[in-house]
Each structure stands twice: as structure tokens, then as C-alpha cells.
């Protein structure tokens, strides 16, 4: 197949493309104008652009194409009303399928989804795929409201027309996270910089592996399904030393309540939107992302897609510290482990 993959240059993006290519498929890698594209150097692959609110420009990009995998939907970066951030989504998510229903010859459109979307389990079960708000979220968050909204939008438009499968990788960790994204939590406990953290169930999945299970899912996923692809459930108070350990440093000891966060996250989101400056370590996303984690079930995805974890959860956090510790991300001290 000639699968296009749309935010290579991110993590999970870039994952994705490997596995793309280790499976055999054709790439096309399709960007924003000023994508810095020099950190695909390694991968073979031909490339178009265009801007997600650009319905001609990706029309053109996905010409030819069998397959296409949306790994750069939209993400709420700088604090904006709720209404504008959910419109914006709604835009983006609208605009992008219109653009694919352009294209007939699609057999398969994978829109890369995030667990949050999932209510959690009322009986405390691991979190499935069947899990589905039956109203929109009552947490007014904007990365929460955002991702409902995506994935109502792609499981309501999934049909023969718009062949939809949806994919939700866990909280992926591995290299190329240039942000960074969810590798935040390893640079801070590693470069001892993290006063505190948020408890929370988390499932932790290396980013290698979420990229191939994406690309199963373009190659076997069912119209209209949902495939969790996870590693391993594991909570924050067990995670955050063990990243400590592999790092050779003290971890931190106090665990920040949930409402107290909350607090701090709104406070400092409301003086970043009138001062502006760098995102804060302590964002409403974040936030929001640890108080509604659960532990996930990805039977669903081993048994339709033949997708399970390659790497252990320690080979997992070994691999993404390693690559921070080449980017220049950590501090110069030798990692190992902790007495």
C-alpha cells in the first residue's frame, strides 16, 4: 500500500512512518509548509504539502493514496475560550475528512484518537473501547472537550463513503519526542527538576509500538472501530520512581492532590494568557490527562489486529532516556540505578 502519514515530525508520527516503511509500504509523509522535515532524513519517502484547514491542498496530497494516518489532529497549545477550541477541532477534523472523502480511492483513514476520550470505567474494570460519553464531558477542559469532539466526529462520519477506523494509543514514550510531549515526565524526574507529581492509572506504551499498531490498523482495522493499542498499566506512584531508578536519582516525594492541581493549572493558565510565555509544566491538560487516566484492556486490538507490545515498560523508559540523554535533554550525569 501507499499509506500517507499526516505529523511525522512528531513522535507518534514518526513512529508511525517507520513502521510504514518496516511493513513493507510506500510513504508519503504530508506536512505543514515550515515542517522541519531534516528529522526524517533516515526514512525513504516521498512528501506533500499541505495545512490542515486547507481542503484543496490535501485533497491534492492524498491523491494516490491507499491509505491515510492522521497523526496531527488538533492539540489546544496556547489558552483560548473553550468554544474557540472545539470549533477549531471541529474545523480541522470536518475539513480533513472532507478532503478524504474527495478521494475515492482511499481504502482506509486512521484518525489517531487519545484515551481521554474514553469516560472511565464506573465499575473501576480496565477501560475499552466501548466506552463512549453519552453527553458531552462535564469537565469544560479544553484538550478533554476537543478530543470528545474528534472522536464523536469520526465514529458518527465512519462509513463505506469514509472508511474511519480509529486508533488511541496510550501514553506513549520513545524517541523523537522533540517537545516535549508526554517524555515531560522523564526529562523533569531525571534532571531532578519535579517538585511534585499528580497520582493517577496511567497505561504506558513505547511509541514504536503505537506506530505499528496504527499501521495494523490501517492494514486489518474494521470501518467505524475503535482499537486501544496499549503496553502496560502501571500508576503514577510506581511509574515515577521506577523512571528515577533507571535514571540514577532520587525521585520526589510529594504527590500532588488532584483539586490542588487543578487550582494551580487554572491560576497559571490565566497568567500565561495575559503575560504570555513558555507552557507551563503544570498545564489544564496535563491535569486533566492524570485525573481521568485509567488502565486500559488492548485485547481488542491483539485479537483483530495481531497487535501487542514488543518492548517491556523498562526497555520502554531505557530507550526514551537514552534519546533524551543524545538530544541533550539531560543533565551530564551517567545514568543507573539508585541505591
Not at 490542588?260 to 490565566?270: D, H, M, N
Not at 491535569?287 to 507490545?309: C, H, N, T
Request: hydrophobic content about 40%; glycine content about 10%.
Amino acid at each position: 500500500m501507499k499509506i500517507g502519514v499526516l505529523g511525522a515530525t512528531g513522535m507518534i508520527g514518526h513512529h508511525t512512518a517507520v513502521a510504514v516503511l518496516e511493513r513493507g509500504h510506500e510513504l508519503r509523509v504530508i506536512h505543514r509548509k515550515n515542517s522541519n522535515l531534516s528529522v526524517l532524513k533516515d526514512l525513504a519517502f516521498e512528501s506533500a504539502e499541505a495545512d490542515l484547514y486547507d481542503q484543496a491542498a490535501m485533497e491534492k496530497a492524498f491523491s494516490g493514496l491507499d491509505a491515510i494516518i492522521h497523526c496531527a489532529a488538533y492539540y489546544p497549545v496556547k489558552p483560548l475560550p473553550l468554544k474557540e477550541d472545539v470549533r477549531l477541532a471541529r474545523l480541522q477534523m470536518n475539513t480533513f475528512l472532507s478532503a478524504c472523502e474527495a478521494n475515492s480511492q482511499l481504502n482506509k483513514i486512521v484518525y489517531t484518537g487519545g484515551s481521554i476520550a474514553l469516560p472511565k470505567n464506573s465499575d473501576g474494570a480496565l477501560g475499552t473501547e466501548t466506552l463512549i460519553y453519552t453527553n458531552p464531558p462535564a469537565q469544560k477542559n479544553a484538550y478533554l472537550q476537543v478530543k470528545y469532539e474528534m472522536d464523536k466526529i469520526a465514529r458518527e462520519r465512519a462509513s463505506s463513503i469514509l472508511p474511519i477506523v480509529i486508533g488511541i494509543p496510550a501514553m506513549c514514550l520513545g524517541e523523537y519526542d522533540y517537545g516535549p510531549s508526554t517524555g515531560q515526565i522523564i526529562v523533569e524526574v531525571a534532571n531532578e527538576s519535579l517538585p511534585a507529581y499528580l497520582e493517577g492509572n496511567r497505561n504506558v506504551v513505547y511509541a514504536g509500538d503505537a506506530g505499528r499498531g496504527l499501521v495494523l490498523a490501517a492494514e486489518k482495522g474494521r470501518i467505524g472501530e475503535r482499537y486501544l493499542i496499549t503496553g502496560t498499566n502501571i500508576s503514577m506512584s510506581e511509574l515515577v520512581p521506577k523512571i528515577a531508578s533507571l535514571a540514577g536519582v532520587v525521585p520526589p516525594k510529594r504527590i500532588l492532590p488532584l483539586n490542588a492541581a487543578k487550582i494551580i493549572a487554572s491560576l497559571v493558565s490565566v497568567k500565561q494568557s495575559m503575560f504570555g510565555g513558555p507552557s507551563p509544566k503544570l498545564s489544564k491538560t496535563a491535569v486533566a490527562i492524570m485525573g481521568l487516566g485509567q488502565f486500559l484492556d488492548g485485547g481488542k486490538a491483539e485479537r483483530e489486529l495481531g497487535y501487542s507490545p514488543s518492548n517491556t515498560l523498562d526497555e520502554t523508559l531505557e530507550r526514551t532516556l537514552l534519546w533524551f540523554k543524545k538530544e541533550g535533554y539531560l543533565s551530564s550525569k551517567e545514568m543507573g540505578h539508585h541505591d
